[in-house]
Structures are given as structure tokens and as C-alpha cells.
């Protein structure tokens, strides 16, 4: 597969990228083995079924509470962050969201920013907009910074650089990093990302993190990591800024661990990460670190279509775990990249069309073969086939009542489409007509089209049988 | 959504519906046949109303759903009595039972009725097992055999479990298990057609997990599934087939015969 350009594809090229990468076998049989290797990684951290189902019972309340709170808890959080010390932004959209974080940062004249790993600053295309404003934002987090090194973009939520071999990743080093020399040691190759970051952090005026969990009743922000970037990130340059999606807030500290317990088992079959960071303020005046100065960023970019209606609001129930991509036999065959959105997998085909739209989307959600594995390992038990079944479904029609409307509806509605189903719900709804139908095609089985469209790229011809079970089951009598 | 859990199975009835759906009807009737003639061979009379023609699946999955719901709705009074609702298929058994009340939803009395008639749908294997509670006499020579339940069989029904049970009622079986046995086919109804890409990279993975166990034939509960995998070994040359599970424990169990 070809590297990715900075800027994301339009999704509507699925098809074409889709094709390419299935056809890559490199491409397959290293995403196959990755996904295989996190999988049985995950089922080793819930050998008691009915254990992990009290676990996502408990865990999905949680999160349904949460957000059924979630106008409330914003202020509060909000509230309890100004009272830390904590200067709050809300963003509607990703620009609203860029302009605010290059505000803070000319404000400090940064010439860098080092950035621990957050998916909403990616969703947001963060790194393009410090690029137009002359400021450098260097991810910090190993895979993160490969994929920045090679211009391309994170092909998985929880590992970036899932879709490189440790050659590649060999190969871009010594092209692209000064005075490395080529090695295909992982330890020295990460040694070599060590030596270069570690100066960054101490240079950067600015540290942008994510945020797994917002907790209300504190006004603790909790990141949870395996590398302590986003420790550096968060507490050695002066100014700390944190961005994240509205709906990660959770009311009290008590929720969080058995979200966070799911969250690092679900993602990459660990127990517990390495860093585990509760960040609640600024340094105070009696304190020797921390920044001195702490931003959040809370960006809507669509969040707020998903949370108007009841069946599409589950979407936000989401901890980013990646078990879903993770278990989808669709995303291990093609990749991250071919979805052409921040988000790939079945959670970015039910949460891409709310924050980009249908007309740009709707592609994503038919690309589901609806076999359910995604919604059986969901932590927090979104049940993604229904959501889309949902999509599809809006994608057809144009806004209803009791359907709040969605940006892009109906934009893959088709004459031919309503047609189709039009005609097929005629002849299923008339009996004799379609038992008429079924005895022309078995006379005339002879004629059935050699060519059946996506059927037959791979598979001979469906034909139908010489009678039909109603004929025979008619004949007996 | 999690698989049946725990249903609570009625006593063995003397009569049952067939709803033989729409795929079956036209491709693989025999299929249907071997599952009426393992239920009559149980004792039990197979009552198929002419009138029935698919469980609307095919329009639901692909975001028409009122469509879905017509199509659904001419089927709901074709099953009068309380007599069970076979299907032999996973995931159209799933449509009726485990979505119908959900298409429903918005209008009481069809709410009642679909959840009336979800209540008394049992995918074929299911009610092989726990309510005509079979035993099987093996009647064939020893044979590998590989399984392949569908998705929604498997993860809507409980399936994989009871064609699992059943196999292992025959003594010359031996069923081998194939490498991400749990792993979509991708036939995935109008997915197939859609995105045949991907699906095909998914069907091929799949013939080849299922080639590689050395099993002479494989099995499957659900004829979309079976039929993608089969075609696809035909486009191969490939003379490696699948059958339907009903027609493969007629075929075992020696027929009229075959009852122990």
C-alpha cells in the first residue's frame, strides 16, 4: 500500500482502497497476525465469561449514566477545573478546536509542541493547523512518532504503526532521523526515539495530552499510557494542554476504575498500563513541577448529533479500547487506512458519519458484513451492528419524524435503490407472485446471468434449484 | 447482542411450522427437505404454509426498513396455531426471533404479534436438540468433518453449540476444528455484493481454514453461508463442498431408517 498522505482521503474512495489493500498480502497477513496476537492477548485477561459480563454490565451503566448526566457533568467538571486552576475551551468543531490550542500556543511564542497521544487531536487535524502556524507539533508517543516520521496517519487508535514491520520502521529511522544509524534492534530503534524525544521534552513550551476519563466531582483528568510521554508531555513544559471529546466525562472517581480495568484488558491484554495519570490542576505555588499553566479543550465535532438521539447516543459510550477493530474480520483484512477516517473499524463507521457527515460517509457503515464480533467484545456493549443497520437506514431516507436529522441524510438515497426494494418488497408481500416467480426461475434456471455482480469476482454463478422447496413440499401433498 | 442464553424449551410438539426461507426455497430446497424428513422421522407432522416467502432480512440489513417490515408482516399470519416456527437457517431464525419485536416497536398490537410468533421461533439444530431431543444413529463410514456456523447463528441463536451437539451424536464423525473457526464467511447477505472485495478476501480465507483441517466436507446451518463458501470453491475448480447440516444428518443417520 501506498504511504498516506498527511491529509485524510474522503471516505467515499472505500471501495478503491479497500481493493488495494486486500489485494496487498504483505499488508494482509501482518495485519492478520497483529490482530490474532491482540486478540488471544485480550481472551488471557477474561478466562470467566460471566465475570466479564458483570464487568461490561457495570461498565455500561456507567457509561449510560453518564451520559444521560452529560450536560450537568460538563458544568460541573467545568466548574471544579476553573476552581483547580484549569482554564476551559469549548469547541464546536475541529476548527473552533485548532484555533483555540495555536491561540494558547502563539500566546507563548512555542516554537514546539510535544503532543502524547490523543485521537481527538487527530480527528481535529491539529497537526496541520500548528504546521500553517509555523509552530511544530512532534508526537511523542513511539508509534505516533513513526507515523509522523513517514507522513503518514495512525492506522489503528491504540497502535499507530500496527500496519509497519520493525524493517520498515528500521528503514525510516535511518532515512529520516539524523545520525541514526540502521538497525533493525526494536530496542535500539526505540532507543534512538528515546534520545531524540527526551531532548524535545525539554525544549517544548507546550505539552498537549488526550484524556481517557473526565471526572466531574474533582475535576481529574485521567490518562492512561505505557511509554510515561505522556507523563513528560503533561508536567515538563510550562503549559499543559489537554483536548478530548465531550462525552468522556464520567461523574465520580469511583467510575473510573472499573472503566479503566476494561479499557488497558479490552485494548492490548494488559491489566494495568505502566502510567496511569490523574491530573487535576496546574502546579501550585508550593509545588516544584507541573506546568505552570493548564488548558482543556472539550470539542463537540458532531458528538452533540450522535447524543440527540436515543439509539445513536450509545455511540458515545465509547472508551477507545480498539476491541472492535481489533475482532472485526473486515478491518483485519484492509486496515486502518483504507477506511480514510481518524477513527477506522466499526466504532470510526458508526462515530465518522456523525463528525463528517453521510454525504462524505455513508460508504462506512455497509462496509459490515454484520457478523456482530465487534459488538460481542465492546466493553461497554454498544451494540455497533444495530447502530449500523441505523446508519444505513438514515443514509436511504430523508429525515423523519421521530428521527432527529443527521448531517447528510439521505445522501445515499438512489431512484434505482428505492426501486429495488420497492419491487422486492411487491413481489415478498404477493404469494403468487412469488411463487409464480420461483417456478419461472427454475423452468428457466438455464438462463440465469453468468455474470451476478460482486457475487461472481470470486464465486461461480448462483443458479437456482430445478424446483422450489414450495413446489416440492406442494408435490407431497 | 449476546446468544440465547438460557431459553426455556417446551416438550416435544406433534406438529411444527416450517418457514423454509427465501435462499433455501430457491437454491438449496433439499436442504429443506432433509429437515422436514428428520422431523417427521421424529414423529413430528411439518406444516409448511404455502404463503410464506422470506423473513425480510435482506431489506432490514440494508436500511429499508419498512420494506422489511411489510415483507415481515405477511408472514406473521401464516403460523395460526401455537405449533413451533422451525427455521433452518441462523440467521433468518435470528431476523424473526431476535429483531422482529425490535421492528415493531412503535405499534403495540404488532409488537404483541411479533413477539408472539419470535417466542415460538427455534433455528433447526436448537430445536433438534432441545425439543424434539433427538438420537442419532450413525449410519456412515468414518469421516472428518469440519463446521461452519453463521454469525447470526452463532451469536443470536446459540447454533454452533447444538450443530456441535449434534455431530457429536455420530459415532464415525469425527469434526475437526479450523483456524478462526469463529470468523465470519463474509457472505453477509447484500455485504457480499456490495463489497465484494472484501468479502471474497473473507470467503477464501475461509475455504482455505476449513481445506486445511484435511476434513472431507464441511457443514453449515445456514445456506447463505454454505453457498458462498461453495461457489466460491467452484470458481477454484476446487471439489471441496459444504453441506446443510439437515441434509448431512440425513444423509449420516440413513434416512427413514435412521432413527435409533
Redesign the interface.
Known sequence: MNSQPLSFVPASEF?QR??AA??DDHL?KSFRGAMDFLINKRAAQFPDPAAL?SQRSLAEHIRKYSLARLPELLEQLEQKLVANGVQVHWAENAEEACAIIVGIARRHSTKLMVKGKSMVSEEVELNHAMADAGIEALESDMGEYIVQLDGEKPSHIIMPAIHKTREQIARLFAEKVPGAAYTDSVDELIGIGRAVLREKFMSAEVGLSGVNFAVAETGTLCLVENEGNGRMCTTVPDVHIAITGIEKVVEKLEHVPPLFGLLTRSATGQAITTYFNMISGPRKPDEKDGPGEMHLVLVDNGRTQAYSDEQMRSTLQCIRCGACMNHC??YT??GGHAYGTTYPGPIGEIISPHMLGLAATHVLP????????C??VCPVRI?I??LL?R???????DARP?HAPMVGQGA?KSRL?DAI??G??A???R?AL??AF?WL??RFRALTPPMQ?????????????R????????ERE | ??AAGSRHYPEKPEKVYLF?T?L???????A??NA?RLLEREGIEVL?P?????C?Q??????????AR??A??QFRLFPEAWPVIVPSGSCAGTMRRHYP?MFA?DPRLLAQATALAERVFEFSEFLVHVARVTLGDQGGPARVALHTS??A???MGTHEHARSLLAQLAAVEVVLHEHE???C????T???????????????KVDALKETGAETFVSADCGCM??LN??L??RRDGFQGQHLATFLWQRTGGEGGRR
Open positions: 471501495k479497500a481493493a486486500v489485494a494482509r459480563e474480520p473486515v483484512r484492509i455497509t462496509a459490515s458484513s454484520l457478523c456482530g464480533a459488538g460481542e451494540p451492528p444495530e443497520v446508519l444505513r437506514e438514515e443514509a436511504q431516507h421521530g445515499a435503490a426494494w420497492s422486492w418488497a413481489m415478498y408481500t404469494p412469488y411463487r420461483g426461475a427454475t455482480g460482486g457475487w461472481t469476482v470470486s464465486r461461480t454463478p448462483m443458479k437456482p434449484a424446483r422450489t422447496l414450495h413446489e416440492l413440499m406442494a | 447482542m449476546d423454509g427465501c433455501i426455497d430457491l437454491f438449496c430446497p433439499e429443506g427437505m422436514v409448511f404455502a404463503d410464506q416467502t422470506c425480510g435482506p431489506a432490514h440489513s440494508s436500511g429499508f426498513p419498512e420494506q411489510a415483507v408482516l405477511a425490535a412503535d454469525c447470526a452463532r451469536r443470536e469463529s470468523e465470519c463474509g457472505f453477509g447477505g455485504f457480499s455484493l456490495k463489497h465484494p472485495a472484501i468479502s471474497s478476501a473473507m470467503a477464501g480465507d453457498l458462498s461457489h466460491t467452484q470458481k
